[in-house]
């Protein structure tokens, strides 16, 4: 996955398992994220204060904002 040359934004933030599944849901729609502090929030979560951060290119920021939120309103119903 080349994305060193696109602008990110963080979308979501969280523990290991709900970036987890946030990741696999943006990726099967089609669109390509990057875990921020993946590994330091897997080995040490309590050393990630914020959580570890779902980024999406900026260009798609609008639709994984949309798709998170459709999944999180249908994963609490």
Known sequence: MQ????NFSVIYSGN???VDFIKSVLEGSGIQCVLQD??????RPYAVPGGIKVLVPNADVDKAR????????DSTA
């Open 3 to 6: 994305m060193q040359d696109e």
């Open 16 to 18: 290991i398992v709900q």
């Open 38 to 43: 993946e590994y330091l929030g897997r080995m």
């Open 66 to 73: 949309r798709i998170v939120e459709d999944f999180i309103k």
